[in-house]
């Protein structure tokens, strides 16, 4: 019984839930609503440097999701999911955002609260290969870690460096880093589909081969000024 509880939590829950995070369809009006409380999170939390994500890893990341406030969930067990935004770097700056839901255990997205906003920062081709799939499992099919926070990386260990996602979630103001290990990540296509058209497909919008709705235009420029890519200036963060 212990084996098949721990089944459950583990695997059957976070795909149910994602599946149902996902199944929840959305129109237009929540799409810009999530863009836009996206957009108030990530400038929120890079507002203090020293308690934010060190911008050494921000001006590397290959793509960057952000869930605002997941929601609780009652299912056999205490679970969390949500839906949120990602957008990857291109030769051309940051991409139009995809849309996306995220579900998991409880005891994965924890940190004392009800409501927590998750950041998850994907740093190489493999990451971004896995973001690119129908559905992936943090940790499973990616190596993911809790990531540093502050204004440089230099203290983090060999483990953080070296994963291919690195989590954070911040709840009632607290930021930090946090393992998301046994979430489910997958495309939100009803939500791509409300904002691009019924042809949208994820790896299109985040390879820039999609326009940027206007909607967009306060979140990309927050992008460009707090993670620039590695030789790129930008205007003074004041």
């Given at each position: 019984?212990?084996?098949l509880?721990?089944f459950t939590?583990?695997?059957l ?6 599946s149902?995070?996902?199944a929840?369809s959305s129109?237009?009006?929540q799409?810009?609503?999530?863009i836009?409380h996206?957009?108030r ?7 203090t ?5 060190p ?6 990341a ?11 969930a ?7 999911y ?11 700056g940051?991409s139009?955002p995809?849309?996306l839901?995220i579900?998991?255990g ?16 994907f740093r190489n081709?493999?990451g971004?290969a896995?973001?690119?799939s129908?559905?992936?499992r943090?940790?499973a099919?990616?190596?993911?870690a809790?990531g540093?926070?502050g204004r440089h ?11 291919e996602i ?11 880093g ?22 949208a ?14 909607a967009?235009r ?5 992008l460009?000024?707090?993670?620039p ?10």
């Amino acid at each position: 019984m212990k084996r098949l509880s721990k089944f459950t939590v583990g695997v059957l829950l976070p795909l149910i839930l994602a599946s149902l995070a996902a199944a929840a369809s959305s129109d237009r009006t929540q799409d810009v609503e999530r863009i836009d409380h996206a957009t108030r999170v990530f400038h929120s939390i890079m507002r203090t440097p020293d308690h934010a994500i060190p911008s050494d890893l921000l001006s590397s990341a290959r793509c960057i999701a952000i869930i605002p406030g997941e929601k609780q969930a009652a299912f056999l067990i205490g679970a969390k999911y949500g839906k949120g935004i990602v957008t990857c770097r291109t030769a051309h700056g940051w991409s139009a955002p995809a849309f996306l839901a995220i579900a998991g255990g409880s005891y994965g997205f924890q940190i004392g609260a009800a409501s927590t906003d998750i950041v998850m920062i994907f740093r190489n081709r493999h990451g971004l290969a896995d973001l690119l799939s129908d559905k992936f499992r943090v940790g499973a099919d990616a190596t993911a870690a809790a990531g540093p926070v502050g204004r440089h990386v230099a203290a983090a260990t060999n483990i953080t460096l070296h994963s291919e996602i690195l989590t954070y979630a911040r709840s009632r103001g607290a930021f930090a880093g946090i393992s998301l290990n046994g979430a489910v990540v997958q495309p939100d296509d009803s939500g791509n589909a409300a904002m691009y058209g019924p042809n949208a497909r994820t790896r299109e919008i985040l390879d820039g081969a999609v326009h940027a709705p206007v909607a967009a235009r306060r979140l990309l420029v927050a992008l460009r000024r707090y993670s620039p890519a590695p030789g790129e200036t930008v205007a003074s963060k004041r």
